[in-house]
């Protein structure tokens, strides 16, 4: 699949990338429409403490699809379903997270920030 991926500042190269498989508890989502938000620009501006130098990665976080694949004991799902995603993952566990605060934890993770977008 065709993916546009950060190397660096100002570096982002569109490459040919292996199409991902979802993990246990893991949905596989076709990317449909994405846009491209204040954060992205940060990153690509090199600008973004979660991408440190030497950093590949796939960025993006705000698109929407449908699910072309669902890991071990995803229940709830359908391939095919129409989604869009919350991307922050918290530690779930600290004082923001169990506030609905996931995006301001210490530990957060975040689909096209800490993970491939
Ligand atoms: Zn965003
Ligand atoms: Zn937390």
């Known amino acids: 699949m065709l993916a546009a991926v950060y190397h660096g500042p100002g570096d982002l190269r569109l490459e040919d990338v292996p199409v991902l498989t979802a993990g246990p508890g893991e949905i596989l989502i076709r990317v449909k429409a994405a846009s491209i938000c204040g954060t992205d620009l940060r990153i690509l501006h090199g600008d973004h403490r979660k991408y440190p130098p ?14 072309a694949d669902l890991g071990e004991g995803v229940e709830g799902f359908v391939p095919g379903q129409m989604v869009f995603i919350a991307p922050n993952m918290g530690c779930g566990h600290c004082r923001q997270c169990i506030s609905g605060n996931n995006n301001r934890c210490a530990n957060y993770d975040a689909i096209g920030i800490t993970v491939e977008g």
């Open 54 to 67: 030497a950093t590949v990665r796939i960025p993006g976080h705000e698109v929407v699809g449908d699910i």
